[in-house]
């Protein structure tokens, strides 16, 4: 499977401050990059999603930011909330056929009170 | 979202034993997969459950170690066999739905001793 790198490991924010997350892709087959949020003891869920033919997605306090032709996608969180506090993954996955995913290494958000 | 439930949802198994984790959707899908995430780690890909015709794995991933059935379009089986203290993980089955979407299931939480 083609690799996407994740940074940061971790990471600690302010409530109300924001917390971004990077990654970057080699492969340029993929078309579709997706964010899970993941909870201990839970199942990825779906966060948000973004296609190559935008810069950016907002979805409430989520944002993905991404950049073409650097090969690089952010997760922007706003007004980051102790709920938020969990790890984020990114992923990617291009037109293969059965459309599998390629994830990042994940990072592990924790937001202060 | 498609609604996914996986049994069992956790277990405590010896090691040279096998055990069969169930996947479950609400609705028929065409791709369903299954993943594997060791503890604190991202999630691996281990392969595709094609419905009427054999399992496509990943790299690193046997037929033999890793059978998987789906003998229709709400349903999967992953079976771990013959297993060490290295197939303590959590495993996770995810369904496609559209072009690139995939929800995930809560995890079957394996604990080999």
């Known amino acids: 499977q083609q690799q996407v790198k994740q940074s940061p490991q971790s990471l600690i924010v302010q409530k109300g401050g924001i917390s971004i997350i990077n990654c970057a892709y080699e492969?340029?087959?993929?078309?579709?990059f997706p964010w899970y949020q993941q909870f201990p003891g839970k199942g990825p869920a779906l966060l948000i999603a973004?296609?190559?033919?935008?810069s950016e997605k907002k979805e409430g306090r989520f944002t993905i930011s991404f950049n073409k032709s650097a090969k690089q996608f952010s997760l922007h969180i706003m007004d980051s909330q102790p709920g938020d506090s969990a790890t984020y993954f990114c992923?990617?996955?291009?037109?293969?056929?059965?459309?599998?995913?390629?994830f990042g290494s994940g990072t592990r958000l924790q937001v202060q009170p | 979202s498609a609604v996914i439930s996986q049994k069992p949802s956790r277990d405590i198994c010896q090691r040279g034993t096998s055990l069969t984790i169930q996947c479950q959707v609400d609705s028929q899908v065409t791709m369903m997969f299954w993943y594997r995430q060791q503890p604190g780690q991202s999630l691996t890909l281990i392969a595709t459950?094609?419905?009427?015709?054999?399992?496509?794995?990943e790299s690193g991933f046997v037929i033999d170690k890793f059978p998987i059935s789906r003998p229709n379009l709400t349903f999967s089986t992953l079976t771990v066999s013959n297993m060490s203290p290295e197939d303590s993980s959590i495993y996770l089955c995810?369904?496609?739905?559209?072009?690139?979407?995939?929800?995930f299931g809560p995890g079957t939480r394996l604990l080999v001793l």
């Open positions: 492969n340029t087959a993929f078309d579709y």
């Open positions: 992923a990617a996955t291009g037109n293969t056929g059965r459309r599998a995913l390629t």
């Open positions: 973004i296609r190559p033919d935008v």
């Open positions: 459950a094609n419905q009427g015709s054999e399992a496509t794995y």
């Open positions: 995810s369904v496609g739905a559209g072009a690139e979407t995939q929800y």
